[in-house]
């Protein structure tokens, strides 16, 4: 079996060492990485044109059979791996992020993102995050390994796996599991005068305000592993015939 491990926190991330680590002492697992050299957070499914880009080889990296770190994208990382590698992947893993990847966090997410192009590319691919910006990456880590064969049996035309964890010791969660909805927003938004002529900073306040909803937002805050199947498509099939009577 052949994995390739991406990120959006870049190469040097814990979690992404951790996933390599623990998926490569697998029987029979041969596990990729191309990952950012640096943070790409928020970078969404952005991807270089016209531009070269570099991809450094990394050696003894974690036990992967081949790790490079780019200058590029996340999803031009996915991209490279697929068209230069060589190597038929059974599965994308992007993550586990530093930080939750629900509601409409997707839309920025450079982790989502790699994992959609992995999609784009043919191979079947899953977005992982722990929630909050601390804690240890073990329970991410331990829930895809235990979980291999499940994910491998998936049918990901046109759609990937989302996974959201929380930062609670595994055996208290493993069995935790939902698999649900995208939530909606989760913060008010803002620029602030930051140092700096002409300089601004986005900040935003956590909004979140419906606890007993059935989505990730609210399954993830409570403890609970989430799951949600992401389309590729974006066309809302309720609205084309409205559109279409509008523009006869």
Not at 24 to 50: C, E, K, M, T
Request: glycine residues 8%.
């Amino acid at each position: 079996m052949n994995i390739l491990l991406t990120n959006d926190d870049g190469i040097h991330s814990e979690g992404l060492q951790l996933m390599c680590k623990t998926l490569s002492q697998l029987d029979g697992v041969n596990v990729y990485v191309v990952a950012p050299d640096s943070q790409r957070s928020a970078f969404s499914h952005a991807i270089n044109f016209h531009k070269s880009v570099k991809f450094l080889p990394v050696s003894d990296y974690f036990g992967a059979v081949m790790a490079f770190a780019s200058e590029g994208t996340p999803a031009d990382c996915v991209k490279f791996a697929d068209k230069n590698l060589e190597v038929d992947f059974d599965l994308v893993i992007s993550g586990p992020n530093n930080g939750e990847n629900y509601g409409h966090d997707i839309l920025y997410s450079g982790t989502v993102g790699a994992a959609e192009e992995a999609i784009l590319c043919g191979l079947p691919a899953v977005a992982v995050s722990r929630l909050g910006m601390s804690g240890d990456y073990n329970a991410c880590v331990l829930f895809v390994r235990d979980n291999l064969d499940r994910l491998l049996k998936f049918d990901y035309d046109q759609c990937l796996i989302n996974i959201n964890v929380p930062v609670l010791p595994y055996e208290q969660i493993k069995d935790n599991v939902k698999v649900t909805v995208q939530g909606g927003a989760l913060f008010d938004d803002y620029y602030e005068k930051a140092e700096g002529e002409h300089c601004w900073r986005l900040v935003g306040d956590k909004v979140f305000t419906h606890p007993d909803s059935d989505c990730d937002v609210a399954w993830a805050e409570k403890g609970y592993i989430t799951i949600t199947p992401l389309k590729i498509s974006q066309t809302d099939y309720d609205k084309l015939q409205k559109v279409k009577e509008l523009f006869k």
